[in-house]
Structure formats: C-alpha cells, structure tokens
C-alpha cells in the first residue's frame, strides 16, 4: 500500500525558532493534509492542500504541495510553547476514501 | 455541534475480555473509521465505512469487528483481547471521504493486561 515518510520524527526547538517538517511519498496523491494532535487529543487539520505547486498559510504555519505530487511541507514561524504536539501529513490518491498518515513529528518547544 | 465523540474514554481489559468501542457523530457525516495510534507507529487505519450498514477492511483489521447500523455511529468490537491491542483508539469522520480532511474524536486508550 501507500506509505509515507515523514522527517524528522521529532524536534526540541527554543522558542522564537522556525521549523520545517516534511513528507515524502513514492506514490502520487491529489491532496496532502497537514494535522496537529495535542497531547491527550485527537489530531485536528491545520491546512489542506489540492493542487500541485499550491502554497498554503494559516497565521504562522504554511505548507506547499510538491510539484512532484510526491510530497509537501509544513514551515512554522516564530515557534511558540502552545506549538507543542505531533504533526502528521497525510495523502489521498486516487478514488478511495482512505488517508495515509505519515508516522508524525514530535515538536517539543522550551520557552 | 458535539462532532465525535468516544466512549469510554479510558479502558483496562484482561486477555480473553471482549468490549464495544462506540463513536458517535452530529455533522450527517457518510464516512466514519477506526484507528490506532502506538507509539512511533502514527496512525493506523483498522476499519472504515462508507456509508450506513457498510464496513471494509484497512491496514490492521485482525482482531477487531465493526458495525454501521446507523449513520451516525459506528462499533469497534476486540472479540478476545490481547496485549498487542493496547493502544489509543480513535474515531473519525468526513463528509467527502476525506478530501477536505478527517474529524477526529478524543480518543480512547485501552489496556489489555
């Protein structure tokens, strides 16, 4: 099936920093996702992306779907402590209802 | 709107012990799954449904049982648990199949001792 990597697996960062997470994927996909799950929550969407090259922001975070097709990103500026949580990109290819979830990054901010 | 919603929210089961998982959803969402969450794993879809009185397979389905009878829940059954079954559990829901992305429910975590 569809997997995706995602790198890096976690980061410990000062707070003011930016970061840059990625996925990669050896298969295609029409939209790429990009979620938060803060620790004891369920994971919520931060930005959906459809199209190829699309460059996407919501207040601090931006993300950009591959020209590829085969990855995306996720840039947060000027980290915050409430940044704190896994991040998880996730893919949809083709006619099926599923996502594919990469395996997340860990942020950890120290103020 | 409550959106989705987990029951119970924290679980201990004994090897062998069966149990329901219930999720319930407010938005007349068509599409509902299951998932676990381990550590390091991500997100691994167990079940998944598209619509009421309809049920498939995902990735890690061994073990687990699901049932759609209303559109507006869907079960997670572990027949005879096992310890390999710890996990978080969480329910999702879309309108589109997840194209516009998945609401998730809090969460469940579960122990099999």
């Known amino acids: 099936g569809q997997q995706l990597n995602q790198s890096p697996q976690s980061m410990f960062i000062q707070e003011g920093e930016d970061v840059s997470m990625n996925c990669t994927s050896s298969?295609?996909?029409?939209?790429w996702l990009w979620y938060k799950q803060d620790p004891g929550e369920g994971p919520v969407l931060l930005i959906a992306?459809?199209?190829?090259?699309e460059l996407t922001s919501n207040g601090r975070l931006t993300a950009q779907f591959g020209i590829t097709r085969k990855d995306s990103f996720l840039n947060i500026s000027a980290s915050i402590p409430s940044d704190v949580g896994i991040y998880f990109c996730?893919?949809?290819?083709?006619?099926?209802?599923?996502?594919?979830f990469g395996k997340g990054t860990l942020l950890t901010v120290n103020p | 709107n409550a959106g989705v919603t987990q029951t119970p929210k924290f679980r201990v089961l004994k090897t062998g012990q069966s149990m329901t998982l219930l999720c319930a959803q407010d938005m007349n969402h068509e599409y509902m799954y299951w998932y676990r969450q381990d550590p390091g794993m991500g997100l691994r879809l167990i079940h998944y449904?598209?619509?009421?009185?309809?049920?498939a397979k995902g990735e890690v389905p061994d073990g687990y049982n699901v049932s759609r009878l209303k559109k507006q829940n869907f079960l997670l059954g572990l027949e005879s648990a096992a310890p390999s079954q710890t996990s978080v559990y969480f329910c999702a829901s879309s309108y589109d199949g997840g194209t516009a992305g998945l609401y998730f429910g809090p969460g469940t975590r579960l122990t099999v001792l």
């Open positions: 298969s295609i996909f029409n939209t």
């Open positions: 449904s598209v619509g009421e009185g309809t049920t």
């Open positions: 992306l459809y199209k190829a090259g």
């Open positions: 996730a893919g949809q290819g083709g006619s099926n209802y599923k996502l594919t």
